[in-house]
């Protein structure tokens, strides 16, 4: 079983980097995110007005919504390994590959550096629609080339290195837990009106599940820089001052290392569903943002992944690694 499970996981970062997230490819993830639509309309029915009792309503969706994302991946497995070894370590391999969102994160975001080279900014604004929360309708380029690489800088962890790290720890099943968690987070973990209180179990949950792959990933970042041809020693040093430098304990992690080591300010005043959102600054404005720091975040992003893969393996292949 662990030679199985650290074969498996190599396996599947290959197929990550190899594949990515094609749209015609039926993917659990995408799942989830149905259960988790179709499970709010029917806890809302039950659930009152109150605020608390929409605490409630949401943190049951959550254990519901927990339940499944690790139950049918665990018993897959469990039944496979026990009966076909091999399909079980095919099965696991296609999971931790479903899991892992390194090339998926890249094609999405170079989307928008091929529009703004084209000088579309039109399509590059609906591009950068897909991949961050803000409003994009009244972006200029400058504005467009910081969403795509905040959220790289941002999503390096949330769908690479603390993935990574889970499917290390605990296999597909506490892989499959977490990403769960992320996804109740971005679809009902909103502080508007609507999941102020309803999301507040998502909420939290997913602050806590990050907190520690947060700085982990922040740290990897740091020492990819080198081998993304980036100032580490700057990296560092936006880190330290700014690493705090936001409404969530964890988001400001990797956009600090990220700021550094372009040279850049990210962050700072957004509007989101038409209300403007003060939020400080990251990094400092050594230059002008441009497209090119698109590729070059996503250079980073490969650099630190492989930084992630190789210590990962390394920690497994010890006797009580996992």
């Known amino acids: ?76 497995l469990f039944l496979l390994y026990r009966y076909i070894p091999w399909l079980g370590f095919l ?57 795509a690489v905040e959220t790289v800088a941002e999503n390096t962890s949330d769908g690479v290195i603390a993935p990574m790290i889970y499917l290390a720890v605990g296999g597909p099943v506490l892989g499959f837990f977490y990403k769960a968690v992320n996804t109740m987070d971005s679809m009902i973990g909103y502080k508007n009106e609507r999941y102020l209180y309803f999301g507040k179990a998502a909420a939290k949950l997913d602050d806590a599940v990050n907190y520690i792959p947060a700085r982990i990933s922040a740290v990897l970042m740091i020492l990819a820089c080198p081998f993304a ?54 990094g400092d404005a050594l230059r002008p943002i441009e497209a090119e720091d698109i590729k070059r975040v996503n250079k980073l992003l490969y650099a630190v992944s492989v930084v992630a893969m190789v210590l990962l393996t390394l920690i497994k292949l010890f006797p009580g690694g996992r």
Not at 4 to 24: E, K, N, Q, R, V
Not at 38 to 61: C, H
Not at 255 to 281: H, M, Q
């Open 229 to 282: 041809g980036l100032d580490g020693k700057m990296a560092f040093r936006i880190y330290l001052r700014d690493r705090r430098n936001h409404a969530s304990p964890n988001s400001a992690q990797t956009e600090a290392v990220c700021a550094g080591a372009l040279g850049l300010k990210l962050a700072g005043d957004a509007y989101y569903f038409g209300k403007l959102c003060k939020k400080p600054s990251i």
């Open 91 to 147: 099965a696991e391999s296609v999971m931790c590959y479903q899991i892992l969102a390194t090339k998926s994160l890249k094609v999405e975001s170079m989307r928008v550096y091929h529009s703004l080279k084209k000088e579309d900014i039109k399509k590059a604004r609906y591009n950068v629609s897909m991949i961050v929360g803000r409003d994009t309708d009244k972006l200029d380029e400058a504005g467009i080339a910081r969403a």
């Open 1 to 76: 079983m662990v030679d199985y499970s650290i074969a498996a996981f190599i396996t599947g970062y290959i197929l990550d980097l190899m594949i990515g997230d094609p749209h015609w490819l039926p993917h659990p993830i995408r799942l989830i995110g149905t259960l988790i639509s179709k499970l709010e309309i029917q806890v809302r029915k039950y659930s009152g007005k109150t605020p608390e009792s929409l605490v409630r309503a949401g943190g049951v969706l959550v254990i519901l919504v927990l339940a499944a994302a690790t139950l049918i991946p665990f018993a897959i």
